[in-house]
């Protein structure tokens, strides 16, 4: 068996990252064969990295100009006829119509699979409604996806299987730290993109507030090109910038965390499901994130983390402030994000539904 993966972007994100862990992990457990299709000018490194688990070809029918071309459609799928392939797996509208296009004029029967990553209302044209009724399975990482996506359409008259699947992380519980660091100073972490709607500016701020307090605050990821300026001017101004070290982006970012305890989220955007939170659900860390997107689906105030309302820096210093001082608060939210990582979002359990998706009539 075969699977095709479009990668929309040129560059890592997290929706790379998704489908990275997804192929390799679906080749490891069932032996199915993974092909990646990526857009021209793509980064080399992700390339390289995608290689490592299959053939990996630039797709060059994929920009604005060919998003609606027959023509492309077409190029699509004589790529996918040559590789035999069985299922083709998009994670960006960008491509639905190459994708639906290629489905039609495939020489053998091809199962269209799409994840929506986003939490934004669905086109409502007819052509769009053409599109859907293609797509074999529509893919909602949240609730909130959903709710939004489908707005705008009648869902039995488009598609015709919606599902929610969270997204989840390949760790296994051997794997997790069996209890928290030292908790002297205590460790706070963002990972994930840098830039302006991730919520640096009042993370900033708020960690001005806690001047008083002994802690340590480490940045993991890749700054945006057009935030680096207000990167650094964040950085150069802050009181506290003696307590703040930037790793850059890091392919094991796991090593980084078990060193940490609190782990910060302090999205200004609606989140539709944030593959940062569930990683610091993983790895025990007590989470302090936005109560906007999705993610008082997965957090609950007080449970197993802290909410706080975006662009807050008040409410965001009160949370760090909170679990800085209270070490036991902060592992037992730790330990509780942890087991509803493994009771709720388990990556085996998530590979277990991907795997009925792709192949409906088989079992595991």
């Known amino acids: 068996m075969t699977i095709a993966y479009y990668i929309a972007s040129p560059t890592w994100g997290g929706g790379e990252q998704y489908v990275f862990d997804l192929a390799r992990s679906m080749k490891a457990q069932y032996n199915v064969q993974p092909f990646f299709l990526l857009p021209a000018h793509s980064d080399a490194d992700m390339i390289s990295r995608f290689s490592q688990i299959g053939e990996t070809k630039v797709f060059p029918y994929a920009g604005k100009i060919w998003r609606f071309s027959p023509f492309a459609g077409r190029q699509l799928a004589k790529l996918l006829d040559a590789r035999h392939t069985d299922i083709l797996h998009i994670n960006s509208r960008h491509i639905y119509f190459l994708a639906s296009w290629a489905k039609r004029h495939t020489s053998h029967p091809l199962r269209l699979i799409a994840t929506q990553h986003l939490a934004r209302p669905a086109k409502s044209g007819a052509l769009w409604k053409w599109i859907y009724r293609q797509i074999d399975v529509l893919i909602c990482v949240s609730r909130l996806v959903r709710e939004t996506y489908l707005r705008p359409l009648r869902e039995k008259e488009c598609f015709k299987e919606v599902q929610v699947i969270y997204n989840s992380v390949p760790v296994r519980r051997e794997e997790v730290p069996e209890q928290q660091p030292d908790a002297t100073p205590p460790h706070l972490l963002f990972h994930g993109r840098i830039c302006r709607e991730k919520g640096i500016e ?108 975006p662009g807050d820096p008040q409410a965001l210093a009160e949370a760090m402030r909170t679990l800085i001082t209270d070490p036991e608060m902060t592992h037992r939210l730790g330990r509780q994000a942890q087991q509803d990582f493994f009771a709720l979002h388990a990556y085996e359990t998530f590979l277990e539904k991907m795997y009925h998706l792709y192949f409906p009539t088989e079992t595991c």
């Open 202 to 309: 009042p993370l900033f701020q708020a960690l001005g507030m806690l001047k008083d307090l002994p802690f340590r605050m480490t940045f993991a990821g890749k700054i945006t090109d057009r935030d680096r300026a207000l990167w650094e001017r964040l950085v150069f101004s802050s009181p506290v910038r003696d307590k703040i070290e930037y790793i850059g982006f890091s392919n094991d970012i796991r090593s980084v965390m078990r060193t940490c305890h609190i782990g910060l989220s302090p999205s200004l955007a609606r989140e539709a499901g944030s593959l940062s939170l569930i990683d610091d659900m993983s790895m025990g860390l007590a989470i302090i994130t936005s109560s906007s997107g999705s993610q008082p689906e997965i957090i609950r105030h007080g449970h197993n983390g802290l909410l706080c309302p």
